[in-house]
């Protein structure tokens, strides 16, 4: 794909976060230049005008380019249970998710979702995304192929859970490790994707599956691990009786060697001191997902103690236990999980943390979530008056700050204009 060109103003973090402008680079009048699917330039029109030759330039004045959002957690096969009520995880787990995942024994099901649901990421600037399949092989094969299609980043994996679950969904230790390395042969590094080994939790785990888990990180470096911790009170009660020797919930799984860098962990809410040193010192990330906790009622994630300890944190939709797949309504979410705890987020903090911040979380800093030359080309285009009141309300905004405080609690898929993956639009325009 040969050199092309996007006008408009430039929001995107540096590597270093240090101070309030949370590392920033706000360029008003800024070019982004693109080639082969990569970034080459970014920075204000007037120094790389010079560099566009005979380029096309894309207009995009008015509108603000972003890298994409980066959702760490979310589950595919849950798309059709978004919005199931419930008194709690366990309840909602047996009564709307396990019936609904057993679904996806039917590879076609699962190959309409897949597609259905990557639109769905695109369409709220969501262009890389932590994949929950079910423990269907098929169902990584349909997400991968939907991806692979798309040109997406994805990491994904079939869901490991050899007890304490419905017949039609449960493996074995062996056969979690055999199906898991067959999927990371098929499916790891091809093209834009990855493969994240993915035991549910530690009650749907025996010990014998969570060492085979480890088994496959060691065998196969680079491939991702993918989890739960610490996300509900009941939850927390059974796995205490399950690992009778653990001290806590993360110790369990730190028993078996799970702790490390490239792993992920959904929730991580009932989390004390000596769990959060010791996820921070393996170099964890905990994938904080503010609708989920809400709407599942399970808590309040403490992120001021994970910035403390040097717990690395990146917002998440945990779709279908979130309610939204917006990244925009997840911050808002976010904003306001932090300050029910008398913690702040300023927007700053927020659109860092959905770019830059959940790229590093998944150690993939290199490659997506900023503007440096040689990251790939994944970036939207956002309205910051793609509804009257969002209009009326940025329209008196007076810093950067206020405008993206204003994008993210007032704003959704509406204020997505489009959508850039590797360079190529995918977002249809209404003209
Ligand atoms: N814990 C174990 N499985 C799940 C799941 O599917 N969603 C959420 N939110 N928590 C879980
Ligand atoms: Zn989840």
New binding site residues.
């Given amino acids: 794909m040969p050199l092309s060109a996007w006008r408009g103003e430039l929001v995107d973090f540096g590597g270093d976060a240090a101070g309030a402008d949370q590392g920033c680079r706000h360029v008003v009048d800024g070019l982004l230049l693109v080639e082969d699917g990569r970034i080459v330039a970014a920075g204000p029109f007037e120094r790389l005008q010079a560099r566009l030759g005979g380029a096309p330039m894309h207009d995009a004045r008015g509108l603000l380019l972003m890298p994409g959002f980066i959702d760490a957690h979310v589950?595919y096969p849950?798309l059709d249970v978004i919005a199931s009520p419930a008194p709690g995880?366990l309840d909602w787990?047996e009564r709307c998710?396990f019936p609904e995942e057993r679904r996806f024994d039917d590879p076609g099901h699962a190959e309409e979702v897949a597609r259905f649901f990557l639109d769905e990421l695109l369409r709220n600037g969501t262009t890389s995304a932590m994949v929950?399949c079910t423990v269907h092989e098929a169902s990584v094969d349909a997400v991968m192929g939907a991806a692979r299609a798309q040109g997406m980043r994805i990491v994904a994996g079939k869901v490991l859970m050899d007890r304490n679950c419905p017949e039609g969904l449960r493996d074995t230790a062996a056969s979690a490790y055999a199906g898991s390395r067959a999927l990371i042969e098929r499916w790891h590094g091809v093209g834009r994707l990855g493969y994240a080994v993915t035991p549910?939790?530690a009650p749907?785990s025996s010990p014998a599956q969570l060492a085979a888990c480890a088994r496959l990180l060691d065998e196969h470096p680079g491939v991702w691990l993918q989890s739960?911790l610490a996300?509900n009170a009941d939850?927390l009660r059974w796995v205490a009786e399950l690992f009778p020797d653990a001290r806590s919930y993360t110790d369990a799984y730190d028993r078996f060697g799970l702790l490390r860098e490239r792993t992920v962990w959904?929730?991580g809410i009932h989390l004390d001191d000596a769990d959060r040193e010791r996820l921070a010192a393996a170099g964890a990330a905990i994938a904080f997902?503010p609708t989920?906790n809400l709407f599942?009622g399970s808590g309040l994630f403490d992120a001021a103690a994970a910035d403390r300890q040097g717990l690395r944190w990146a917002p998440a939709s945990?779709v279908g236990?979130g309610s939204s797949f917006s990244m925009l309504r997840t911050l808002a979410a976010a904003h306001d999980v932090l300050r029910l705890q008398g913690q702040a987020l300023s927007a700053l903090r927020a659109f860092r943390s959905v770019t830059r911040d959940a790229a590093q979380a998944l150690g993939l800093d290199d490659r997506i979530g900023s503007f440096e030359p040689g990251r790939e080309a994944d970036f939207v285009a956002l309205d910051l008056a793609a509804t009257p009141l969002l209009a009326r309300r940025t329209a008196r905004a007076a810093t950067l700050e206020e405008r993206l405080f204003a994008l993210m609690t007032l704003g959704d898929d509406r204020a997505v204009n489009q959508v850039w993956v590797a360079g190529e639009p995918m977002k249809a325009r209404e003209e």
């Fill in positions: 589950h849950q995880l787990l998710t929950w549910r939790f749907t739960h996300e939850e959904a929730h997902c989920s599942l945990d236990g």
